[in-house]
């Protein structure tokens, strides 16, 4: 298993993963635009973790700036296909994910877990990550979505 930074040709990869993984419904080709739009945006990173030529999960970093501490990234996304789960895919990502932070100057690295994910919880916290707070995630669309 090898992780690399990603490229426009994973989108598809990172589609079938969000769809399969996270059970996100969202179109093949709105997922290759958002791929593009990231891998240009100049304080982001996509990584994916590869088995030969087959990519099993990837992680999403951008930065994460604020009035009330210093500078920190972000994990957006970290997902790992599930027939690969397990067997050290999600760790090599993170720890790709926090020497590109610490290479950037970061101080640390902040994510959010929904409530439910509570593999994804233990998976965090043995990695070092601690809680630091809880909170309810709010979000306004400017259309509505079709059901």
């Known amino acids: 298993m090898n992780v690399r930074e990603a490229s426009i040709n994973d989108a598809k990869a990172i589609h079938r993963i969000n769809s399969d ?11 290759i635009k958002q791929v593009a739009k990231i891998l240009s ?3 982001s990173k996509l990584f994916v973790a590869c088995k030969g ?3 099993v999960g990837y992680i999403q970093m951008s930065d994460y700036e604020n009035t009330y ?6 994990v957006i996304t970290l997902a790992v296909d599930n027939q690969y789960q397990h067997i050290g895919i999600g760790s090599a990502l993170l ?5 590109w932070a610490k290479s950037e100057g970061s101080l640390g690295i902040r994510l959010v877990s929904g409530f439910e994910r509570e593999s994804a919880h233990q998976f965090y916290e ?6 630091r707070k809880k909170e309810i995630n709010y ?7 079709e059901r």
């Open 53 to 55: 030529e087959l990519v």
């Open 21 to 31: 993984s996270l059970e996100y419904d969202f179109p093949l080709n709105e997922t």
């Open 95 to 99: 720890e790709t994910a926090e020497k």
């Open 126 to 131: 043995k990695h070092g990550y601690q809680i």
């Open 69 to 74: 501490h210093q500078s920190l990234k972000n």
């Open 139 to 145: 979000i306004k669309w400017w259309y509505q979505k």
């Open 41 to 43: 945006l100049p304080n």
